[in-house]
């Protein structure tokens, strides 16, 4: 089956942080994910094959399914628990299912970075309207990132949370690149940086 499908993201999260699970929640459609729970993110395609592969997730464990979706070729799902062994379980099953293994995933590639210092009030005004978590405030060091598959963003910003004092402006996972903003003192924004770069090229993939 290996030759039939595309894994093109498999993200492990092993705790989500405060911030990143109040964003996740605003915009999760399925079961609500808390902080402390670890998370599971899978990407596929054909993109439809995540309607089978989150039925086998949740009847095979006790993680819970936060997200399925397919955006035109891809599909993406999320599952959590507070057990990590629950999750690690599922992410098993579903890539038994799949004759693939982790090693299979594709290597996340980083398409582009941007650290802008002493955000312009006008600008900060623009982003607000399309922010779905904390306010950028004038003053503040903006970081941007970008990469694919896209669903690995959320390990990325994840990560960044864990290593900085930082804001979550806004996240988006769904499409051909993923991207987030987020925001700070410009000491903590370098660190989230090095923090969510490093998260994304340790990842072994193809």
Not at 49 to 78: C, N, S, Y
Not at 87 to 103: F, M, Q, S
Not at 161 to 178: D, L, N
């Amino acid at each position: 089956m290996a030759d039939k499908f595309e894994l093109r993201c498999y993200a492990y999260l092993d705790r989500m942080q405060p911030q990143y699970a109040a964003f996740v929640g605003t915009i999760t459609q399925g079961d609500l994910p808390v902080q402390g729970m670890a998370d599971l993110y899978i990407e596929v395609a054909p993109g439809n094959e995540v309607f089978r592969l989150v039925d086998i997730a949740v009847k095979a464990t006790q993680a819970k399914p936060g997200a399925q979706l397919v955006e035109r070729e891809f599909g993406m799902f999320e599952v959590h628990s507070h057990s990590q062994a629950e999750v690690l379980e599922a992410g098993k099953v579903v890539l038994d299912r799949l004759g693939l293994k982790i090693e299979d995933r594709k290597k996340p590639e980083i398409a582009s970075l941007q650290v802008i210092t002493n955000v312009d009030p006008y600008q900060v005004q623009l982003l607000n309207r399309f922010r779905r978590g904390a306010m950028l405030v004038a003053g503040e060091t903006l970081f941007i990132m970008e990469c694919a598959p896209a669903a690995y963003i959320n390990l990325a910003a994840n990560e960044a949370e864990k290593y900085a004092t930082i804001k979550i402006i806004h996240i988006s996972s769904v499409g051909r690149f993923g991207r987030m903003w987020l925001s700070g003192s410009e000491a903590e924004i370098l660190a989230a940086k090095q923090a969510a770069v490093q998260a994304l090229q340790s990842i072994e993939g193809v």
